[in-house]
């Protein structure tokens, strides 16, 4: 199933509103409400991402699809959802990858917030009618490597890191509709929004603990064309990883305010 591009609502960008301060009281009910968070492996957690949602009060309603956990039939219960990454690919013909990718469509519909990161960038992508595929030359993005905003990004939500995480051998075009944020060298497409819903490329959610891992238990991934080697992560990570925390501390609270009036109004 593939959305429409005409149920993606206004590209107007609105800047994204500063985090509520720690404590702030909650003034709505969105804020009371759970997240939903698809993970891909037994062992997956959704990191900075997890953490930063919880600073700002979500439950976090965590489910494997891929593991036998339905998905809700509506995510009205729920203030927004988000796919993480995994080894797999979104063109692969497993029936709970066909499964994820088909009902992204409900949140399209329901104009709630989703964001989709790696994997779950390319499953929102391929809803709404992109192709995902490997890089023409085979390269692969592991480690640390250069993004730019767009001056819809900027406006969107500005002071985007210099450079950011990535773990990727596949890469995505602009959907259909679509308004790209981030753009980058080797895979054009960094960021990309569709309504109330966002995709990016690299990976925001990765911990230290999660580098350390993915480093170790991956660590063939390393010599794949493009791929850093493992020390150039943890040296770069020294250098950029301020920034990028500091964005997704801002992006996360944005995204969850940034809802259409047509789907705020439904409620």
Known sequence: MSLRTDRLGGAEVVPFPRRRAPGAAASDRESRLPV?????????????????LRALGHRLDIRRPRFGDPLPETLQAHAGAVFFGGPMSANDSEDYIR?????????????????????GAQMLAMQLGARVAPHPDALTQIGYYPIRPTAAGQALCPDWPAQVYHWHREGFELPPGAELLAEGDDFPVQAFRAGSAFGVQFHPDVTYAMMHCWTTRSY?????????????HFADRAVYDVAERAWLDHFIGGWLAHRPALAQAAE
């Not at 939903?36 to 930063?52: D, F, K, Y």
């Not at 499964?99 to 994997?119: A, K, M, T």
């Open 36 to 52: 939903l968070i698809v993970l891909h492996q037994e062992s997956s957690t959704p990191g900075r991402v997890g953490n930063a």
């Open 99 to 119: 499964r994820e990718i088909d009902w992204i469509e409900i949140p399209l519909r329901e104009q709630r917030p989703f964001l989709g990161i790696c994997l």
């Open 220 to 232: 063939d991934g390393l010599s794949a064309p493009g791929a850093r080697q493992r020390h150039h």
